[in-house]
């Protein structure tokens, strides 16, 4: 059992292929453009940097990871691209952005709403005058539904084979996701499992949390490729 992404960052696109992060991109170059038209972009918790790889199209982007493995990786696909160490409530970069985004439901890592709010007055921190701030939250308590049965994924790569099998656990307001992995070659098959732990913030801890950044937010439905929604929010 690894701590989430340090064990399958050598994986993770693979994993993660089926997303349509180009479509991503253009959606949320889209919604950014209803705030601001300014060219620098902020992606915190950037992972292996897929979505700045489309965004870099249109913008001068850079990214804030916390996972050692995932900037490598990040920074052998984007070697132009600055990929800076740091926890989200914490960093501290020198330039100011036109947009910072956190998605893929990053935001739901933070464990209290006191790191939460932290977290929304560091991004606002780092934000341009007119800027925009982007975040996927992860579920509403509400949207927790107990009982499913376990999610299945199976991609079938070039050369390879990967399954995976994945099933949450809701403890208060904290779920717990164990992702068991098989992935097989030519080499043979190998085994990991990770644990993701995250929170579930209520809506008015959302609108709360904004507010005491000086930011003004809207959730945005249906957001990405999940119903979670996108929260949109600048200063007013």
Sequence with gaps: MGDAYTVQAEYYDRIY???????????LRAI??????????LDVGCGTGTHLRYLQRWYEVAGVEPSSAMRRVARRKLPDV????????????????DVV?????????LPTVTLLERTLRNFARHL???????VEPWLFPEQYRPGRLP???RRDLPG???LRMNIVERRG???SMVMHHLYGDRRGVRYFAERHESTMFTRSEFAKAFRSAGLRAKLLRPGLSSKRGLYFAQAP
């Design 17 to 27: 292929g089926f997303r349509p992060y180009r479509e991503e991109a253009r959606a």
């Design 32 to 41: 950014a453009r209803r705030g601001t038209t300014g060219r620098r972009w």
């Design 82 to 97: 600055p990929i800076h160490a740091g926890r989200m409530q914490e960093f501290r970069l020198s330039q100011r952005f």
């Design 101 to 109: 985004s956190c998605l893929f439901s990053a935001i739901g890592y």
């Design 128 to 134: 341009a005058p007119s800027g925009v701030v982007l």
């Design 151 to 153: 999610a299945v994924l």
């Design 160 to 162: 390879a084979i990967l």
């Design 173 to 175: 307001r904290r779920t």
